[in-house]
């Protein structure tokens, strides 16, 4: 039975009812958890590790765990150091935010903890808007466009600043 829990933890980041029991935090995403190790998430998790091709390689790669299309992981010489959501997956944060959400709603759910920069590609009023805790050593990144609906969240350590994967 135990070697169940991890997988119907799994499974219920696939469905919009379920999600509330797998959580996105800066920690990870029910037993994907930030600082486990690329190869256990591959044997436990169904993570499929991209192949070398010049844009991924052992010292940064990003990972997709086919079943939940929208969820990525990325790992740093093996360590799974990011985890990111985006369209179509319906996951939502332990503050219920999720693809979508306003940034208004992000702003209110964290106040002024919250870090506010320009986006990298889109223009004004686009934002980056970032959370850290644990003395910028965790922390979660939401990316709400022009018309402030969040398209991407990621979740991890200092890598969740990185604009394109792993740059």
Known sequence: M????PLLVLLAIGSAPAAAA???????????????READAAKRLGLHIAADDGAN????????????????????RGVITRITI???????TDRGLGIGSMEADVRRAYGRTLKIATAAYDDEPAHDLTFWIAG??????????QQGR???IRAGGSSIQYVEGCL
């Open 2 to 5: 135990r070697g169940w829990i």
């Open 22 to 36: 797998a959580a996105l935090t800066p920690f990870g995403l029910g037993p994907l958890k930030i600082g486990m």
């Open 57 to 76: 390689s052992f010292d940064c790669r990003v990972d997709e765990i086919p079943r939940y299309p929208g969820l990525y992981a990325m790992a740093e």
């Open 86 to 92: 985006g369209e179509p997956n319906r996951l939502r």
């Open 136 to 145: 910028k050593k965790r922390g979660i990144l939401y990316e709400p466009d």
């Open 150 to 152: 969040v398209t991407f």
